[in-house]
T-cell receptor, first 112, second 116 residues
């Protein structure tokens, strides 16, 4: 069973506009959430994370929002840049459990 | 070079053969992980290790064997490769076990394995 779902396989936005990537989860025991970014032929790299005790975390152009009641999180990128074009993975984990679960990924294309 | 490396980067093998994927990290991280990435599934954890000589199963361990005799190395062995094990394999390491801030996993570049 896929406990973390990214229902949009792809997203295309114009440079300078906002990119919103969405992620849903089913396991209410998850208490830490992460976003990873992946370029072709490279490993995923950590982007931003959020603890379940928060509803927002911001790091420069990247903001992650968490809605625990809806079991939903989103990643906002403002403004989007062509270099942001990559596959973005949402991940979730329970504290003291090393089995991090990933979504299937969303391919973001930012057009100049 | 510092960081986490994987070898080989590409491997083609035949059904039934044994193949070992190597992972090496220079940070002295305690935790190391093996994932496979398949279309539609994202990354799924195969095995992880909390320290030398300590390993544990992840979500999809069947058909795989791991060992960790040294902190810096974490090889993954497919004892008898099957076509369903065709995938991209990523190794990762972290200072502490996953579960909170500061436990960020750092990934290697991946090994693309094809089983014919």
């Amino acid at each position: 069973d896929q406990q973390v779902k990214q229902n949009s396989p792809s997203l295309s936005v114009q440079e300078g506009r906002i990119s919103i990537l969405n992620c849903d989860y089913t396991n209410s025991m998850f208490d830490y959430f992460l976003w990873y970014k992946k370029y072709p032929a490279e490993g995923p790299t950590f982007l931003i994370s959020i603890s379940s005790i928060k509803d927002k975390n911001e790091d420069g152009r990247f903001t992650v929002f968490l809605n625990k009641s809806a079991k939903h999180l989103s990643l906002h990128i403002v403004p989007s840049q062509p270099g942001d074009s990559a596959v973005y993975f949402c991940a979730a984990i329970e504290y003291n459990n090393n089995d991090m679960r990933f979504g299937a990924g969303t391919r973001l294309t930012v057009k100049p | 070079d510092a960081g986490i490396t994987q070898s080989p980067r590409y491997k083609i093998t035949e059904t039934g053969r044994q193949v070992t994927l190597m992972c090496h990290q220079t940070w002295s991280h305690s935790y190391m992980f093996w994932y496979r990435q398949d279309l539609g599934h994202g990354l799924r954890l195969i095995y992880y290790s909390a320290a030398a000589d300590i390993t544990d199963k992840g979500e999809v361990p069947d058909g795989y064997v791991v060992s960790r005799s040294k902190t810096e190395n974490f090889p993954l062995t497919l004892e008898s490769a099957t076509r369903s094990q065709t995938s991209v394999y990523f190794c990762a390491s972290s200072e502490r076990g996953s579960g909170g801030a500061g436990d960020t996993q750092y990934f290697g570049p991946g090994t693309r394995l094809t089983v014919l």
